[in-house]
């Protein structure tokens, strides 16, 4: 019944919270400078483009500062076990016992939760106190990390904020319950200090980087922070801590509400959907050229998962047009030129869906109603089946670089970039939420088993997203962009020129010189494990 209550407040949630007045402008001026200071770390900056921003580098070498930015934290509850809370809880435990701190980190869970012999696999045990009935653990904990879904959240939120203990601090990855509240008019209470730590990559990648990178100094996932109220004069600091610990090679600050806008909607964008809708259509447009199915997947997905993330992951977005001869050029630039402004108008739908509520909206409705209709598979289609073929037979050193294709691929990632960038976001967040987490986290998983694979080990507010977006990607390319090629319509040298010359190229190599230690490996042991929906 409160849940039926809730929902109903959030259909008729007043503009005050999301009207467009409410969020920023559209603008065609520089994203927002951020700076922050800490006692305890040793923030730095960065020039990312037209900006200056405060970043904090990470690494192992500076364990030995946990216990300080940990102070007064003697218990950490971490509630649930979906993508996040495994990879966050380990890497937590291991840091914090590395670091001589004598903090415990407890996971809690629904009483009766199939997940109970999960975590115990992973070292937590009801015996010794790190697993238990999650309002027992939250009650008992002096940060409470709260990674059970975000729909989940949306529902428990006011049982949750009466076990807290007085003093405690609420610790998030997500800006999503935030604009839930928002949206009923709600607020956390104001007693307790609210922080976030976000890292830019589904759980699973951000424990097997930690665990790859434990001979490096350290590697993990870039992770955003925000501290959204401050109570205790602290919760920076513990952010920090949060994130160090984690293994995150930098952390770079936010707002939960700048958070949860970039980040709904870039799962949505090219992190997932786009890019699944562009492999299918890419995929069908090659066959009907005259392609096989097989060629058809090695010159649409591998190419994308191959060879041109990793390109951008090392040496940036305008490397993959730079490393081009003349006439691959020209396909670029035609495919590019076709692909820019139909992505565009799904990715500002999307964007104001996301800032309206309304996507919150189909989360909530989304969890309400998953009982009756479960997640499905999304791999079971003839593009996705001839992928495991073509992964059998796979030669890593024969993988092309498609023109065509990388010219639609990054044309949705500029559009992606330019819709967050017109809204006001800084450029440590466009660039991570549109490339770093798309080209380190998420496509290895795709180029490694598929996309389920990479779509179903993230959370079911991305889960949900990519489902709903995906095909109307695959349609307005198919619709809009295909055809204008196809009719001979003529490059908008305009629009070429505007990407070659993009601010945001100097703040992703920017970004590259703070990349992980260590590529990804999918082929490595890891003690997280990764989601396959049969």
Request: net charge negative; aromatic share 8%; charged share 25%.
């Given at each position: 019944m409160k849940f039926t209550i809730a929902l109903s407040a959030l259909m008729m949630a007043s503009a005050t919270a999301f009207a467009p007045a409410a969020f920023m402008p559209r603008t065609a001026s520089s994203a927002l400078s951020m700076s922050f200071s800490s006692d305890v770390f040793t923030p730095q900056e960065v020039n990312f483009a037209d900006t200056t921003e405060t970043i904090v580098k990470g690494g192992r070498d500076l364990f030995p500062l946990l216990p300080k930015a940990f102070e007064g934290i003697e218990k950490i509850g971490v509630i649930g076990w979906g993508s996040q809370a495994p990879a966050q809880a380990q890497n937590l435990r291991d840091s914090l016992a590395e670091a001589g701190a004598d903090i415990s980190v407890t996971i809690g869970l629904r009483e009766g939760s199939s997940s109970f012999g999960e975590a115990k696999e992973c070292g937590f045990s009801e015996e010794d106190g790190t697993l238990g009935e999650m309002f027992d653990v939250i009650k008992n904990s002096d940060l409470v990390i709260l990674l059970i879904s975000d729909a989940a959240q949306a529902k428990l939120y006011k049982e949750i904020f009466a076990a807290m203990k007085k003093g405690a601090t609420l610790g998030l990855s997500h800006g999503f319950l935030l604009g839930y509240l928002d949206s009923i008019g709600e607020k956390f209470p104001e007693d307790m200090d609210v922080i976030a730590v976000c890292p830019k990559?589904?759980?699973?990648?951000?424990?097997?980087?930690?665990?790859?990178?434990?001979?490096?100094?350290?590697?993990?996932?870039?992770?955003?922070?925000?501290?959204?109220?401050?109570?205790?004069?602290?919760?920076?600091?513990?952010?920090?801590?949060?994130?160090?610990?984690?293994?995150?090679?930098?952390?770079?600050?936010?707002?939960?509400?700048?958070?949860?806008?970039?980040?709904?909607?870039?799962?949505?964008?090219?992190?997932?959907?786009?890019?699944?809708?562009?492999?299918?259509?890419?995929?069908?447009?090659?066959?009907?050229?005259?392609?096989?199915?097989?060629?058809?997947?090695?010159?649409?997905?591998?190419?994308?998962?191959?060879?041109?993330?990793?390109?951008?992951?090392?040496?940036?977005?305008?490397?993959?047009?730079?490393?081009?001869?003349?006439d691959d050029k020209k396909t670029f630039e035609t495919a590019y030129s076709a692909s820019y402004l139909p992505s565009k108008e799904i990715l500002q739908e999307i964007y104001d869906e996301v800032a309206s509520g309304n996507e919150i909206r189909t989360v909530i409705m989304h969890g309400?109603?998953?009982?009756?209709?479960?997640?499905?598979?999304?791999?079971?289609?003839?593009?996705?089946?001839?992928?495991?073929?073509?992964?059998?037979?796979?030669?890593?050193?024969?993988?092309?670089?498609?023109?065509?294709?990388?010219?639609?691929?990054?044309?949705?990632?500029?559009?992606?970039?330019?819709?967050?960038?017109?809204?006001?976001?800084?450029?440590?967040?466009?660039?991570?939420?549109?490339?770093?987490?798309?080209?380190?986290?998420?496509?290895?998983?795709?180029?490694y088993r598929g996309v389920a694979f990479m779509v179903d080990n993230c959370s079911f507010t991305a889960k949900t997203g990519s489902r709903k977006w995906a095909p109307r990607f695959d349609y307005i390319l198919d619709q809009l962009a295909y055809t204008a090629v196809d009719s001979g319509a003529a490059v908008d040298s305009t629009l070429i020129e505007a990407f070659k010359v993009h601010k945001v190229h100097e703040a992703v190599e920017e970004c590259c010189k703070l990349r992980p230690a260590v590529d990804i490996s999918l082929f490595a042991d890891t003690s997280t494990k990764e989601i396959v929906i049969q």
């Open positions: 990559g589904m759980g699973p990648s951000v424990r097997r980087l930690y665990e790859q990178g434990k001979e490096v100094n350290g590697a993990g996932i870039n992770a955003s922070f925000g501290v959204h109220q401050n109570v205790s004069g602290k919760a920076t600091d513990l952010a920090l801590g949060w994130g160090v610990a984690l293994g995150s090679p930098f952390m770079f600050e936010t707002t939960l509400r700048s958070e949860y806008k970039s980040d709904i909607f870039g799962e949505r964008g090219i992190l997932l959907g786009a890019v699944h809708g562009i492999v299918e259509s890419l995929y069908r447009r090659y066959q009907r050229q005259g392609m096989s199915a097989e060629q058809a997947f090695v010159e649409s997905s591998e190419s994308i998962t191959g060879k041109i993330v990793k390109t951008i992951s090392t040496e940036g977005i305008r490397a993959v047009y730079e490393k081009m001869d003349d309400d109603r998953i009982a009756k209709f479960p997640v499905g598979k999304i791999d079971g289609t003839d593009t996705w089946k001839v992928g495991e073929k073509v992964r059998a037979e796979r030669d890593e050193d024969k993988i092309p670089v498609n023109a065509f294709t990388a010219g639609v691929y990054v044309a949705t990632m500029m559009a992606q970039c330019d819709v967050l960038l017109e809204a006001g976001h800084p450029y440590s967040e466009v660039v991570n939420e549109s490339v770093i987490e798309a080209v380190d986290s998420l496509c290895p998983y795709m180029h």
